[in-house]
């Protein structure tokens, strides 16, 4: 029986099975995730030995997973990968040098890949200051939620205590969607909702580009 847990979270199959065949024979087991919040969802359930978190994700990007991560003074020590085909999408975020994670830039090879996971276990051990709890957070059918205290019934038994101060609540979505209209004849709600819908639909064109070129890449690693 597999006593680690590793976490790959990555919306592109092609990089979750390299990583599971470049992984060197031990006693772990390989969770996959397609989407951030499927991989929010493991990490707030599972006992993990290392997180490998693509950056660029559907449903929830992988910064925002970062952030609930970083947020937690139990899951932030949980050593960590940030993937990313292009690394100014990272260093926008989180400038360097990246004390508490170590990143892998796409595409890579087994030694990058088996190289970044030791740095990220030797930086997860590294000192840090203490955070102070204001919320918990849960995945609840498909959603992240907030709740005020750690005992609020909307926080699942698994998640409770857990600090997330970032995430929008349901409660917030749901006084959105009540807003009154505007003068132009919209309401905020709409308009909010016009965006989102202009922002997915951004953000899943990039994500097909990203796997164009990962699956051209690995096509020509293949035929090398």
């Not at 991560?69 to 400038?95: C, D, F, N, W, Y």
């Not at 000192?127 to 959603?143: D, F, I, M, W």
Request: aromatic share 4%; charged share 25%.
């Amino acid at each position: 029986m597999a006593t680690n847990k590793i976490l790959v979270i990555d919306d592109t199959t092609v990089v979750r099975v390299k990583v599971r065949e470049m992984l060197p024979p031990g006693n772990f087991e390989v969770l996959e995730a397609k989407d951030g919040v499927e991989g929010l969802n493991f990490i707030l359930q599972e006992k993990l030995s290392l997180i490998m978190l693509d950056f660029l994700l559907p449903k929830m990007s992988g910064w925002e997973v970062f952030q609930q991560v970083q947020a937690h003074p139990e899951l932030r020590k949980i050593p960590l990968v940030i993937m990313s085909g292009r690394k100014e999408e990272v260093t926008e975020k989180i400038t360097e040098p990246f004390e508490h994670f170590e990143f892998l830039g796409k595409p890579f090879d087994q030694k990058q890949l088996i190289s970044a996971i030791k740095l990220a276990m030797s930086k997860a051990k590294l000192p840090r200051p203490e955070l102070v709890s204001v919320g918990a957070v849960a995945v609840k059918n498909g959603t992240v939620v907030t709740s005020a205290v750690a005992n609020d019934p909307v926080a699942e038994p698994s998640a409770a205590n857990i600090a997330m101060p970032t995430v929008v609540t349901e409660q917030r979505q749901s006084a959105a969607s009540n807003a009154t209209p505007s003068a132009g004849g919209a309401s905020d709600a709409e308009i909010n909702a016009l965006n989102e819908k202009m922002v997915k639909m951004q953000a899943e064109i990039d994500a097909l580009k990203k796997q164009l070129t990962q699956v051209v890449t690995f096509i020509k690693q293949k035929i090398k």
